[in-house]
Nanobody, 123 residues
Framework: QVQLVESGGGLVQPGGSLRLSCAASGTIFTFYTMDWYRQAPGKQRELVAAITGGIVTNYTDSVKGRFTITRGNAKNTVALQMNSLKPEDTAVYYC?????????????????WGQGTPVTVSS
C-alpha cells in the first residue's frame, strides 16, 4: 500500500523559514510528478509547487521567489523549502504524487495524497 508521509510543519514567525519533507513508502515505481498543495481554513485546496520528472518546476504566483521544491536523492521523496513566510501562508500542507502509466497509447494517472502537515505563521 502506497503511503505519503509529510514532516516539518509547525509554528514560525513571519519572515521565518520551514522545510517540509515528504517520503513515500510501498512503491516500486517512480512518481511522475510530486507536488505540494495547501488548504487554509475556509478556503479551497490550492497547488503551491510541483516538480515533474525531477526537473520541471511550477509555482503559484504567491510563493514564487520564496518557496523552492526539490526531489530528493532517495526515491520518491520531495521537499519544500519555504522562506520569508507570511501569515497568509498559514495552512495545512499536503504532499501529492502522480504515478503515470501508458497502456496502448493511453495515459493513466493515479493520484496519491499524504495526511497533511500544519504550518502556522504568526508572531
Amino acid at each position: 500500500q502506497v503511503q505519503l508521509v509529510e514532516s516539518g510543519g509547525g509554528l514560525v514567525q513571519p519572515g521565518g523559514s520551514l522545510r517540509l519533507s515528504c517520503a513515500a513508502s510501498g512503491t516500486i515505481f517512480t512518481f511522475y510528478t510530486m507536488d505540494w498543495y495547501r488548504q487554509a481554513p475556509g478556503k479551497q485546496r490550492e497547488l503551491v509547487a510541483a516538480i515533474t520528472g525531477g526537473i520541471v518546476t511550477n509555482y503559484t504566483d504567491s510563493v514564487k521567489g520564496r518557496f523552492t521544491i526539490t526531489r530528493g536523492n532517495a526515491k520518491n521523496t520531495v521537499a519544500l523549502q519555504m522562506n520569508s513566510l507570511k501569515p497568509e501562508d498559514t495552512a495545512v500542507y499536503y504532499c501529492h504524487a502522480v504515478r503515470r502509466t501508458v497502456q496502448g497509447g493511453t495515459i493513466y494517472d493515479y493520484d496519491y495524497w499524504g495526511q497533511g502537515t500544519p504550518v502556522t505563521v504568526s508572531s
